[in-house]
Structure formats: structure tokens, C-alpha cells
């Protein structure tokens, strides 16, 4: 995160003695990234962070590409899909990745986790398209709800509980590097400017901590190089009494984005939500459409020479496309053009406005479809552009 912040006790200096009631030690632990170089967070716990009583056998927890799917824009039709798993780890389908990222849904049964999670091998981005709960972590609680875009740092242990009523559904991204706010929204000590399209008001830090101070069995499953390691701990990971620093899970709702208009039509990078390494995360929220006399509200054909392009549909009609629902993912592959489907454009021309939601994602390193993603693949896709 680009800003400090602090839950519960704490002592005056780092790395001094902070004593419990019955004279001990609190335990401190660093959480830091680019070794001692990036944003960090010191934490305090009642037991000893590497109170290991077991570990378990590990297994793969990994996605496998599809090199046969080749060069093809591609619509995944997922808009229909439920349950995609018994609980939040089985449940994540991710459905197209390379290198730097990975992406896909999660619909899990069981709506409260009765274990902890850590992903150590990258940041993630769960975005809430239908559902509501809690995230628990050690640095706190922190209510989610539809829309949320929750920032889960890496190595942060953590679980979900969500609502048993309504329906759930998740886009889970997980990213190599750390996902950041935009650098061109940000002055030299971080804070967020005047011209950016959200701003530190939007952002939800975890709101109180939630100790848990029993010792017992607690399951921690450990993500590492595409394997899951289960981890049992003889007390709760949450026994933090405080910590202050700049690095700690937080959530920023799309219904806060404040969008960008022009004259004229304006590009995606004017949507531009978080940046990470080898690609953007993008937010189109409703707006007023351009307003030039003689503008072209849908968006040109494009051609992208050094980017794969990923739009998931979240609510709402999109006036450049046909035949796409709620849920649907489409992908736009460098080196093919895409754009508006015939008819949309004389369509789009005196449209004042849009009601879309849609998450973009997009990728400086090619994409590919994974085997989870083939049953969703629209072979008719490619060629809906025929007039």
C-alpha cells in the first residue's frame, strides 16, 4: 500500500521489548518485501510464528496451457457456470495465464473456510462479482461486498467467510510481482493526486483486528511453486495483538471509481485501476459517453502489437459487442484487430451513456488458455465479425 497505517498495541520502537501481561516476550515479526528494501509491516504476535506441530504431504496446485489453442480471439463462456468446487482452494479454475499472471472464477460450496491460506508464490486480486463476508488475516477483519477489489499481498495467511444467502462468485488474479496502485496517479511520497480516478478515501484498510488466542491444531495450506503444503500450527496464525507499516490486505470497490471522459473517445489507460508487473488491471464503470458533435461513442478497431487483452463482464450491456453475458470472459490476442461488432458503431452514435461494469486485464506477455478454460471456449467467436 502506499500509505501507513496501524491496528491495536504496539511498543514506542521497533525491534524493542514489548512484554505480555504474564511478562513474556510478545514475538515480533517482520513481513517485508524486496528483502529489507520495499514496503514492509512489523508484526506482534502472543505465540511464536514458527510453532510448527506437523506438515502434511504436499500436492500439485497448479494449471496446465494449452499450446494447441494457438492464435485466436476467444470468447469463454462461463457466464452459466455455478459451483466450481467444494471449497475456496478446489474452487479457483484459473483460466488462461502466462509468466507474470493468472486468471480465472471461483465458486466454492462451502462459503466459510475452515482453513487458513497463504500464497507465497504471488500478490492476488479477488474481485467480488456476486457475494458478501470477511476477510480475516492477521492484520485484521475486513468487511468485502459485491464489487470489491481486495489486495491480498503475498505470504499474507488469511481466510473467507462469506454470507450463506445470495449468490457468490469471484475473478481471482494472481500476479508474480506486487499489484500497486498507478503510478501516474501518485505524487513523489505516494499519495494519491488530485486527477486520479480514486483516491486514499476509497480505500478500505482492515477495520479491527480479531485475535484469536487458544492454542490447538490450525491448518495453514502454503502455496510455493505451484504446490500446496499443508501446514498445522499449534495456535491460530490471527494472534496478533498489533503491527503498523505499509504492507496489508485492503479492498477498493468499483462503484467508487470515478471515470475519465473526453471529447472524443478515450483509450483503456484512462480506466487504469492497479499496475503490476507484465500487466494493468482496468475498471469501465459507468459514464457519460463523448461529446463532441460528431463523436463515435463505441470504440475504434484496434490492433494490439505487444499486448493480449482480456475484458470480463461483470454487469450491464456492452454496446460494442453481441452475444456476450454476465460472467463472460473475451480475450483479444496481440497481432489479430479487434473491435466494435457489425452494426454496434451507427448504433453507439447519439448514446448519451452506459450502465457497464467490466474488469480489463492487460498483459505484455502473450496469454494462454488453460485446459480448465477449453470447455467454455465460443468456437463461433472468431469469426463474429462477418457482417
Not at 493526486?193 to 480479531?210: M, Q, V
Amino acid at each position: 500500500m502506499a500509505y501507513y497505517y496501524r491496528l491495536g498495541e504496539i511498543p514506542p520502537k521497533r525491534h524493542t521489548q514489548f512484554r505480555q501481561p504474564d511478562g513474556s516476550l510478545y514475538k515480533e515479526e517482520l513481513v517485508s518485501s524486496k528483502g529489507f528494501s520495499g514496503i514492509y509491516s512489523n508484526l506482534y504476535h502472543i505465540f511464536n510464528p514458527n510453532e510448527v506441530k506437523s506438515i502434511g504431504k504436499p500436492r500439485k496446485y497448479s494449471w496446465e496451457p494449452v499450446k494447441e489453442h494457438g492464435l485466436s480471439q476467444t470468447h469463454l463462456k462461463t457466464s452459466g457456470v455455478e459451483i466450481t468446487g467444494e471449497d475456496y482452494l478446489s474452487a479457483r479454475k484459473m483460466l488462461m495465464m502466462n509468466s507474470d499472471v493468472m486468471m480465472g472464477i471461483c465458486t466454492p460450496r462451502k462459503r466459510k473456510m475452515d482453513f487458513f491460506f497463504k500464497n507465497a508464490d504471488g500478490d492476488e486480486l479477488i474481485y467480488v462479482h456476486d457475494g458478501e463476508g470477511v476477510l480475516y488475516s492477521q492484520f485484521g477483519k475486513l468487511p468485502v461486498r459485491k464489487g470489491d477489489y481486495i489486495v491480498i499481498p503475498r505470504t499474507t495467511i488469511y481466510r473467507f467467510e462469506f454470507n450463506e444467502e445470495g449468490p457468490l462468485r469471484l475473478l481471482v488474479i494472481e500476479s508474480h510481482g506486487p499489484i500497486e496502485t498507478v503510478k501516474r496517479y501518485r505524487n513523489e511520497v505516494g499519495q494519491l493526486l488530485e486527477h486520479s480516478p480514486y483516491c486514499e478515501r476509497d480505500i478500505r484498510t482492515p477495520e479491527e483486528l480479531h485475535i484469536e488466542r487458544e492454542k490447538g491444531d490450525y491448518l495453514v495450506q502454503i502455496k510455493k511453486q505451484g504446490m500446496l503444503y499443508p501446514y498445522t500450527y499449534g495456535h491460530s496464525p490471527l494472534d496478533i495483538v498489533g503491527w503498523d507499516g505499509y504492507l496489508y490486505p485492503y479492498a477498493l470497490s468499483i462503484f467508487d471509481f470515478e471515470p475519465i471522459t473526453g471529447r472524443i473517445h478515450q483509450p483503456p489507460p484512462v480506466h487504469q485501476t492497479f499496475q503490476a508487473w507484465g500487466f494493468v488491471i482496468c475498471s469501465f464503470v459507468p459514464r457519460l459517453f463523448d461529446y463532441h458533435p460528431l463523436a463515435i461513442p463505441a470504440p475504434y478497431n484496434h490492433s494490439n502489437i505487444d499486448s493480449d487483452e482480456v475484458l470480463y463482464y461483470a454487469e450491464g450491456e456492452f454496446m460494442s459487442r453481441k452475444g456476450i453475458d454476465r460472467g463472460s470472459f473475451t480475450i483479444h490476442m496481440g497481432g489479430l484487430p479487434h473491435g466494435p461488432h457489425p452494426g454496434t458503431v451507427e448504433k453507439s452514435i447519439g448514446a448519451k451513456s452506459t450502465e457497464e461494469y467490466a474488469v480489463m486485464l492487460d498483459t505484455f506477455k502473450s496469454l494462454e488458455i488453460t485446459t480448465e478454460a477449453m470447455e467454455f471456449v465460443d468456437k463461433n467467436y472468431p469469426m463474429s465479425w462477418t457482417e
